[in-house]
């Protein structure tokens, strides 16, 4: 770069991640010398301009292995600091609307749109996005190790203030020493799978310590960007203006396939996340007294006020007059020494003179808004108060929803169960037809009364569902309905999956009579959801939807669930699955089946007056459905995003977003941010791109037929069971589920999440590319034109840009070389030769096509992914090596009978599993 061209933002990221990077390896060297270790010292990655390589493959032990995996860990945190220092950099020479995807960019392209700030703010209010913890088994780092990397990431950031004199910053250097020597001394690996109760230890730590952190950084944000966008302050005054942020969680509720989620987990799942969302209030209650010293004697407080304070201290008796008593002459701060005396402790049971709920603090809150607005202190409401504020509106007593998720299968054999229980011979209900089930299921949600005696003894299935619902029941009635999620039916395939939940949820006591006359029936408190997963689910889930809403249970269930949850129309929640749908026809057929689904489904749910939530389960790999969030919002079909939006934050993706307060911030404006922008613009008509929609279609058929030939190959699970390493990562301690459904050794039963981080970990990625160079290919030599037109406007519509972009990204990450030396596991020849070759030809073939449809390389088109690939590339090849070595070793082991030598050899094989999950960022 000359001296008068300016820097670019991507100069000053690459620039950026170069200085630091050589400071932390540094750092890193100086420790291994310094404890003696100076081989492996001498091999770490990044220490010198050519970016040497570290030791061969020979020379790979645990501890390299162990350096290696330290390093991409801290590759990782150094990318994530300079994306960070990059937007601070734009922001303040170029404003906040400089950054895609956020407030201020947002609210100006709305702006631009026509709309006008009135009808912004209107529309503020009524969104409604909820991030949803799940322990997907991604997460390869144990908890402590995450930790550490925390404190090294502020570390990083520390630095990056100019004030440090060079002794200070020498401290800071010792600082980072000390942190890394621990992490060096710490054991990567987990001994043995983590238990629900440390899961939910993890989950509970992001949503009680940095969401509600998170919270006034992000309304911040947003009163930034609206005032740089020339908006008036005032169109956002006032509670209930900002969109509503809340969190959702599966731990401790996802049954499906999970054995361990038992009623007693339910329990006390529910129990935690109560204590916890209380906790946060009183923390934040204490900090906001702290806070309000303000003297009766500088400024007289409303008579209403000195009266409410007065006549609550004597309702609480002791208590009040302890709170009256610890602050004389500070009523505002004695008013929160009463809310604090009011808080609950957390119990099943409520205790007298307490909040039976949120809404009593909030009023309280508000009484305190009032009297501080009195006497002018206008900045301590908007600095203090409104935190707090937000805080109990976001979070309420529940801290997230607790959804239950069940298997449709299970349903169905809890249901036979039910019934035979109730003297009805229906062990075969599995193959009744719908139109029997449905007769059935009709003529049991007539009545109110259920099927089996409390006293009889139920099948296996029956007593695993009903006791977990019964829990939930009991919750609701203790607490209300806030803080317990939806009822979803994982696998949806007909109708009868749906209704017979509400079966069994009248068994609970989870359903009330409502409705006079001939409305009159029975109503679900809880929303029953639909999963659907696969691509054939997805095709036929329309109609199953309109028959669904058009039923009389669903229609009073959704008229009770609006009132109790003051929803200003129906809503009706719709899950859909990204993973299983790619593991079934591959990434274009499964990102089209689910566009094509959301549009169909946003019609069905208009005709039927309801508004639709749409839950995407997103993993974190593009093959399960990751990809950029600002992106991903732009690309759903025009309509269907209404602004209620649920998202899955899945496995090791929770770390990677929100471990620290700064990334935290970014992701979520960007969700919240992304939502409201797409949403508003989704309520204008507009041209849209229908007619690539069968160009689209033809890709997505080819493409599929492509796939499903591959998997469907006579040789495809031999080649897949030994040239990836899933025998191993069916090992590995990562989470508390079971990697297989049922148990059963086939590839239908083998879960989403273990299907990817194979392929990922043998650098094939197959389920997010392979097929697509097919379908192009064909494209271009049958219907040029189509081909051409598709190229034309690969940039101009957003749905088809996402998919191809993410489709390179996979193709990108793979490596054929290194897909060549996991092939090369495979012991029978023909086996290898045959799957391999059909691969390696579409690998070529697809990036061939990619060049094509885009006009140009990835290189020159996206030089960041290709640097940082570039930069990974020496210590990767380094630990995959090692890895087939190893596998070669393991599995010679095993099949001499060699047991002990085997587990003994596993925690280094495991160890190198990790590693490269580092380095390439990404596990399944």
């Not at 702006?111 to 909820?130: H, T």
């Not at 011979?425 to 009709?442: G, H, T, V, Y």
């Not at 596998?887 to 003994?904: F, H, I, N, V």
Request: hydrophobic residues 40%; aromatic residues 6%.
């Amino acid at each position: 770069m000359s001296a008068t061209q300016p820097e670019t933002a991507l100069d000053f990221a690459f620039s950026k991640i170069d200085i630091d990077l050589r400071f932390i390896m540094a750092c890193f060297r100086e420790v291994l010398d310094e404890l003696g270790e100076h081989a492996l010292a001498t091999h770490l990655p990044w220490l010198s301009d050519d970016d040497e390589a570290p030791a061969q493959v020979a020379d790979l032990g645990e501890r390299d292995v162990q350096a290696l995996s330290i390093a991409f860990q801290l590759l990782n945190m150094v990318e994530e600091n300079a994306a960070a220092q990059g937007r601070r950099r734009r922001e303040g020479t170029e404003g906040l609307i400089r950054e895609p995807g956020l407030w201020g960019q947002n609210l100006r392209q709305l702006l631009d749109a026509g709309f006008s700030g009135q009808q912004i703010a209107d529309a503020l209010s009524s969104i409604r996005v909820e991030p949803v913890l799940t322990a997907h088994p991604t997460e390869a780092k144990r908890s402590t190790v995450l930790e550490q990397h925390r404190q090294l990431y502020l570390l990083l950031v520390k630095r990056e203030n100019l004030m440090w004199t060079p002794a200070e910053q020498l401290s800071i250097r010792d600082e980072v020493k000390l942190a890394l020597e621990r992490l060096w001394r710490t054991g990567e690996q987990r001994l043995s799978k983590p238990d629900i109760s440390s899961e939910r230890r993890g989950v509970l730590r992001y949503l009680r310590e940095v969401f509600p952190e998170v919270l006034p950084r992000l309304d911040d944000r947003l009163m930034l960007a609206w005032r740089e966008v020339g908006l008036d302050p005032k169109l956002l005054d006032g509670p209930g203006r900002l969109p509503k942020l809340s969190f959702g969680t599966w731990v401790g509720g996802d049954r499906d396939g999970h054995p361990f989620v038992t009623a007693q987990v339910t329990e006390l799942t529910l129990q935690e996340l109560r204590q916890n969302a209380l906790l946060v209030h009183r923390t934040q209650l204490r900090r906001l007294g702290e806070r309000l010293s303000l003297s009766s004697r500088l400024q007289p407080p409303p008579a209403e006020f000195t009266a409410a304070l007065t006549g609550t201290a004597a309702q609480l008796g002791e208590a009040g007059q302890r709170a009256l008593t610890r602050n004389p002459g500070e009523p505002w701060r004695q008013w929160v020494n009463l809310m604090l005396a009011q808080l609950p402790e957390g119990s099943a049971t409520k205790a007298p003179n307490t909040y039976a709920s949120p809404q009593q603090l909030l009023a309280d809150l508000a009484q305190l808004r009032r009297a501080l607005v009195a006497i002018g202190a206008q900045r301590l409401v908007d600095g203090d108060l409104t935190p707090v504020e937000r805080a109990v509106e976001l979070f309420g007593f529940h801290l997230a929803n607790l959804d239950i998720r069940q298997n449709s299968a299970v349903h169905e054999k809890a249901l036979a169960q039910l019934i035979s229980a109730a003297g009805i011979d229906a062990k075969d209900l599995p193959d009744w037809s719908e139109k029997d089930r449905l007769a059935l299921i009709d003529s049991e949600l007539r009545t109110p009364r259920p099927l089996a005696h409390p006293n009889v003894t139920l099948g296996e299935e029956a007593t695993r569902v009903l006791d977990c619902l019964k829990v939930v029941a009991v919750h609701a009635n203790a607490h209300g309905v806030q803080g317990l999620g939806a009822l979803i039916v994982s696998m949806t395939r007909r109708l009868s999956d749906l209704l017979a939940v509400y079966v069994l949820a009248r068994e609970a006591g989870l359903v009330r009579p409502t409705g006079e006359g001939p409305d009159a029936g029975l109503a679900s408190l809880l929303p029953v959801v639909p999963l659907f997963e696969t691509i054939a689910d997805l095709d036929g889930s329309a109609e199953m939807v309109r028959a669904f809403l058009a039923h009389p249970v669903t229609k009073r269930s959704l008229k009770l669930q609006q009132q109790l949850r003051g929803y200003p129309m129906p809503v009706q929640q719709i899950m859909l699955g990204y993973s299983d749908s790619c593991k079934d026809g591959g990434i274009l057929a499964s990102n089209w089946g689910l566009h094509r689904a959301q549009y169909v489904l946003a019609k069905v749910a208009e005709e039927a007056g309801v508004e639709l939530r749409f839950f995407h389960g997103r993993g974190g790999t593009v093959s399960r459905g990751a990809g950029p969030t600002h992106r991903f919002l732009e690309a759903l079909p025009h309509g269907s995003l209404t602004g209620d939006l649920r998202v899955t934050e899945q496995g090791e993706t929770i770390a990677q977003k929100y471990a620290n307060l700064i990334t935290a911030t970014y992701n979520l404006e960007l969700l919240l941010a992304g939502t409201t922008a797409t949403a508003l613009k989704h309520r204008q008509k507009r041209a849209g791109h229908e007619d690539l929609h069968p160009l689209v279609e033809r890709l997505s058929q080819r493409s599929q037929e492509a796939y499903e030939s591959l998997l469907h190959d006579e040789q495809f699970i031999a080649y897949f069971s030994e040239a990836t390493p899933i025998d191993a990562v069916e090992h590995a301690a990562i989470g508390s589920r079971p990697s297989r459904r049922s148990g059963k050794r086939t590839l239908n039963d083998l879960r989403a999440i273990p299907w990817v981080f194979s392929w990922n970990q043998s650098r094939h990625y197959l389920p997010g590319w392979y097929g697509l160079g097919t379908a192009l290919e064909e494209m271009l030599k049958n219907d040029k034109a189509a081909f051409a037109k598709l190229a034309e406007r690969a940039n101009g519509w957003p749905f088809l840009r996402y998919v191809l972009t993410n489709v390179e990204t996979n193709l990108t990450s793979a490596s054929l070389e290194l897909m060549r030396e996991y092939a090369a596991l495979v012991g029978d020849t023909k086996v290898r030769e045959h799957i391999f070759g059909l691969i390696a030809e579409e690998h070529q073939r697809t990036m061939r096509m990619l060049d094509l449809a885009f006009g140009s390389p990835l290189a020159e088109r996206r030089p960041r992914m290709h640097r940082t690939l570039k930069l990974r590339d020496a210590g990767l090849r380094a630990l995959h090596l090692h890895q087939i070595a190893l596998l070669r070793r393991w599995r010679g082991l095993r099949a001499s009978g060699d047991q002990p030598g085997a587990d003994e050899l596993l925690p280094t094989l495991l160890l190198t599993i990790n590693a490269i999950a580092s380095g390439l960022r990404t596990t399944g």
